[in-house]
């Protein structure tokens, strides 16, 4: 294990003084399996006065009441926690006292799931009492002991457990995946925050698709909306899924990316409110992108998402279903509305969309490629379709004497113009035809 030099030092200096040490948990684990850790953890039997002695003024008492210490080196701070055992949890989420023990196992008992709970030191020594290292091997996530008693201690492992799933691929031990459908609703003592964190990062995993498809009951506790999608049958030749796999199988059709994962994962979430039969027998959901959007937009509110993202989604959501014409001028103002960035992960969310649907109308992704490459030659072409790119600022119509209100109205007026094709972006021209219209504003 290649255990960088700053985290060496304090294992070497913490054995110098007659203590064990530890590097503990995920970076254990991520080493093994050949993934750089994000942080490297310290574990000792040391108690917290006597890491702060050894250490001296390097070290901060971050975290006394767990035993953790924050050590100033070089490289970065080391976080050093004593070895414990916890109390009772009367909140599902943290206990209520804290108890130093001499005895590695024993710290090692009280965490979520195998592949945590090992320890390696300075010279490759591991502690691996409940076969994480075996766990790892055959790709299985396992609680430690018993399944039912880890999550009531803490509910968040919960959603760890299915986010360790999603990210490392790994299947989720029978007994474990049990525990977790009968104890879901824990879920509703954890802070949101803690709940968008965890979720989110298993949206973003490669095998989000596989685990949200086991686990839609434990989705439902935070956001109930899903569970009406599960086996609603679409009822339409367009359709070879009902709208639950139809979701999930559009989410599988774009990588990680967290807008693009939750833009997919809502974007139907509105389909059985809206649905309807028409004299055929044939399935219909009209008007489903708006009250997709409504109820996504509620949904990412509860998360306490930020803003920015939240409207990201909530407008692709909107968009969703809109066609795309595939014209330059049809292009440009499709930019006007979305902006590059927006575009771009329209056409990959349509892309998905529609890979999700029954194959025989699969030929719509050659509807999108040529989109692309109109969108290609309206960016070559540096086309104007935002006010940034106006060569008219607000300035100018002020001289003009426009004031307040008038002056965005007249901006995004010549804006569509020149979008439209109807007006040049040259100054002059613009200013001219501003001075026409004056009256008007």
């Known amino acids: 294990m290649d255990i960088p030099k700053t985290v060496q030092t304090v294992l070497k200096t913490l ?10 948990g995920g970076c254990v684990r991520d080493s093994f399996l050949g993934c750089v850790p994000e942080d490297w953890d310290v574990t000792t039997d040391a108690l917290p006065e006597e890491v702060l002695e050894v250490f001296g003024t390097c070290a901060f008492p971050t975290g006394l009441k767990h035993g953790t210490v924050t050590v100033k080196t070089a490289g970065g701070p080391v976080e050093v926690t004593t070895y414990r055992m916890d109390g009772v949890y009367l909140d599902h989420r943290r206990p209520e006292t804290v108890t130093f023990t001499r005895s590695i196992e024993e710290d090692l008992a009280r965490r979520d799931f195998t592949v945590n709970a090992m320890a ?3 010279r490759g020594g591991l502690q691996d009492p409940f076969g994480g290292r075996a766990d790892l091997t055959k790709g299985i996530l396992r609680c430690v002991g018993e399944p039912d008693r880890r999550f009531q201690e803490d509910a968040l492992r919960i959603l760890r457990g299915m986010r360790f799933s999603a990210a490392l691929g790994f ?22 925050e803690r709940i968008q964190a965890e979720f989110f990062k298993l949206l973003k995993g490669k095998r989000a698709a596989e685990v949200l498809r086991e686990y839609p009951d434990v989705l439902g506790v935070f956001w109930p909306e899903i569970l009406p999608m599960v086996g609603f049958n679409q009822q339409n030749r367009h359709h070879c899924y009902d709208v639950w796999e139809h979701t999930l199988h559009a989410l599988a059709e774009v990588p990680g990316d967290l807008i693009l994962r939750c833009t997919l994962l809502l974007h139907d979430i509105g389909k059985p409110k809206c649905f309807s039969i028409d004299g055929y027998g044939n399935g ?39 066609l795309i014409t595939r014209t330059h001028k049809g292009l440009r103002r499709t930019l006007r509305g979305l902006g590059e960035e927006n575009l771009r992960r329209l056409l990959a969310v349509k892309r998905a969309d529609n890979l999700a649907q029954a194959p025989e109308f699969w030929s719509r992704q ?5 989109a692309e490459r109109i969108l290609e030659e309206v960016l070559e072409q540096e086309a104007c379709f935002s006010l940034k790119q106006l060569a008219v600022r607000g300035g100018d119509l002020v001289a003009m004497g426009l004031s307040g209100p008038a002056i965005g109205r007249m901006l995004n007026c010549l804006l569509d113009h020149v979008v439209d094709g109807e007006l040049p972006n040259e100054r002059e021209a613009l200013l001219k035809f501003a001075e026409g219209i004056l009256p008007e504003m």
Request: negative net charge; glycine residues 2%.
């Open 366 to 370: 050659q509807e999108l490629d040529q």
């Open 284 to 322: 219909h959901f009209y008007g489903h992108p708006a009250v997709s959007r409504e109820l996504a937009d509620e949904m990412l509110r509860r998360l306490k998402c930020e803003t920015a993202f939240r409207e990201t989604v909530v407008l692709l959501v909107d968009w969703h279903d809109r």
């Open 120 to 122: 390696a030191d300075l």
């Open 15 to 24: 054995e110098a003084a007659g203590h064990e040490a530890w590097c503990v």
């Open 171 to 192: 299947a989720i031990e029978e007994e474990t995946s049990a525990a977790i459908h009968r104890n879901r609703e824990l879920l509703s003592a954890i802070a949101v």
